[in-house]
């Protein structure tokens, strides 16, 4: 059979790989001049290895995906960390034992630290929003030195504005693992993103097409048996409900001549200074040795290149009319972050990608 699939990201190339193995003739088009999505990687004009779309730290507890994209690249260990300036100060990030004791200068242990949680959390009878989150484990003065403003700027809403999901992300720490993700596998393809997705898509069924609009595609004279659609939703709809929001980010790039090092970890947060919500190194993340750096800096905006998904009930609402559209297509799959509507990291886009052709393939 002949595929079309929208978008060279983790959903439409692992679709791509799995419909050609097989025995399928795919066409993957993207609008972008470039494979691999928002996990797309590439050498600046220095030679850095950075990740064009922001920090992109690939974690898993599943073994089976973690296997699956093994077959693709080979890795390197990596650990990501993260600190929060508070007024001016640099504390471990989630927060853990020695958040508390740094910023409140105590000395607790791990069972006093749970004790002082106890004392400072405020329960919620039903934990249904950000704010319910993070107050019901935290308490009010740690919400608002990290996450309130963070949320804010992220979001353009009140953490009471956004579901629980969002902010349980985040775990809060009794010990001192001062590690962002604590998931069984972490690590970062050993010579990137955009060399896995090259393998990935290596095959001789496949044909890559970049700078392509899909719909531009649809007008010339080919016909397709099926369509693996993995770009917003609302968009194939031609907004026929309305727009459902996602949020943007405006990157800024920036290389620092002769200086080895800007930071002391992977990632720094900003919550409560500037109209960036954090600054990250590469070199942290890639290993990369070299005599100076890059960084970038992360500029939440509405308009733009949709990013994130805005989980609140009422977008859940639209997108389950477009879904219901998307339902009843017998020849059109919808997989992705955009495409579902999901706040989905990359290990659940492959899983999500690996569900659907399944299906796709029962089908057929
Ligand atoms: P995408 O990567 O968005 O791919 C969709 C592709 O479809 C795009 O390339 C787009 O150009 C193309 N497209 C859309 N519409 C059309 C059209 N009409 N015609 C042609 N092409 C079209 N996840 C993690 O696991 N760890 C992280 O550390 C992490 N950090 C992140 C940081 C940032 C700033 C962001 C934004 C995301 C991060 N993620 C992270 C999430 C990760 O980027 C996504 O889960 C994953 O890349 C989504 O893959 P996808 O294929 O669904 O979508
Ligand atoms: N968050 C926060 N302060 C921080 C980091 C995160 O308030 O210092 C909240 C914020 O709402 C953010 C969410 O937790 O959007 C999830 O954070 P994560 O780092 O997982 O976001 P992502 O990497 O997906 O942008």
């Known amino acids: 059979m002949n595929f079309l699939i929208v978008g060279a990201g983790f959903a439409g190339s692992v679709c791509a790989r799995e419909l050609a193995e097989a025995g399928h003739q795919i066409l993957i088009v993207d609008r972008r001049d470039h494979i691999a999505g928002n996990a797309f990687d590439v050498e600046d004009e220095h030679g850095i290895l950075i990740h064009q779309y922001g920090p992109h730290i690939f974690h898993t507890n599943s073994e089976r995906i973690f296997n699956y994209l093994s077959k693709y690249t080979e890795w390197y260990q990596y650990e990501h960390r993260v600190r929060g300036i508070v007024d001016g100060k640099e504390y471990p990030f989630p927060i853990n034992r020695d958040t508390l004791n740094q910023l409140y200068d105590l000395d607790l242990n791990e069972d006093q630290a749970a004790e002082y949680f106890e004392k400072v959390r405020e329960p919620r009878e039903s934990v249904k929003t950000s704010e319910d989150v993070v107050l019901n484990s935290v308490g009010r003065d740690l919400y608002e030195k990290f996450f309130l403003n963070y949320t804010?700027?992220?979001?353009?809403?009140?953490?009471?504005?956004?579901?629980?999901?969002?902010?349980?992300?985040?775990?809060?720490?009794?010990?001192?693992?001062?590690?962002?993700?604590?998931?069984?596998?972490?690590?970062?393809?050993?010579?990137?993103?955009?060399?896995?997705?090259?393998?990935?898509l290596n095959h001789p069924n496949i044909t890559?097409?970049?700078?392509?609009?899909?719909?531009?595609?649809?007008?010339?004279?080919?016909?397709?048996?099926?369509?693996?659609?993995?770009?917003?939703?609302?968009?194939?709809?031609?907004?026929?409900?309305?727009?459902?929001?996602?949020?943007?980010?405006?990157?800024?790039?920036?290389?620092?001549?002769?200086?080895?090092?800007?930071?002391?970890?992977?990632?720094?947060?900003?919550?409560?200074?500037?109209?960036?919500?954090?600054?990250?190194?590469?070199?942290?993340?890639?290993?990369?040795?070299?005599?100076?750096?890059?960084?970038?800096?992360?500029?939440?905006?509405?308009?733009?290149?949709?990013?994130?998904?805005?989980?609140?009930?009422?977008?859940?609402?639209?997108?389950?009319?477009?879904?219901?559209?998307?339902?009843?297509?017998?020849?059109?799959?919808?997989?992705?972050?955009?495409?579902?509507?999901?706040?989905?990291?990359?290990?659940?886009?492959?899983?999500?990608?690996?569900?659907?052709?399944?299906?796709?393939?029962?089908?057929?």
């Open 152 to 200: 804010k700027k992220q979001w353009g809403l009140d953490p009471s504005q956004l579901k629980a999901g969002v902010a349980a992300r985040i775990p809060t720490r009794t010990n001192t693992d001062d590690r962002y993700f604590t998931d069984a596998f972490q690590a970062m393809p050993l010579h990137g993103y955009t060399v896995m997705f090259k393998n990935l």
């Open 208 to 364: 890559i097409q970049l700078s392509t609009e899909f719909k531009d595609v649809l007008s010339e004279d080919q016909s397709f048996d099926h369509i693996v659609y993995t770009g917003p939703i609302d968009a194939f709809y031609d907004f026929k409900f309305g727009q459902l929001p996602y949020r943007s980010l405006r990157f800024e790039h920036e290389h620092l001549e002769n200086q080895e090092s800007f930071q002391s970890v992977g990632t720094v947060n900003y919550p409560n200074d500037y109209d960036f919500t954090r600054i990250t190194e590469f070199k942290h993340l890639t290993g990369q040795t070299h005599t100076s750096t890059s960084i970038v800096r992360e500029y939440p905006t509405s308009e733009g290149d949709p990013y994130y998904p805005i989980p609140r009930d009422e977008n859940e609402t639209l997108f389950k009319r477009y879904r219901a559209l998307a339902d009843s297509e017998e020849n059109v799959t919808f997989v992705g972050r955009l495409a579902e509507y999901r706040y989905y990291n990359m290990d659940q886009v492959v899983g999500a990608a690996l569900n659907a052709v399944d299906k796709i393939l029962e089908r057929k």
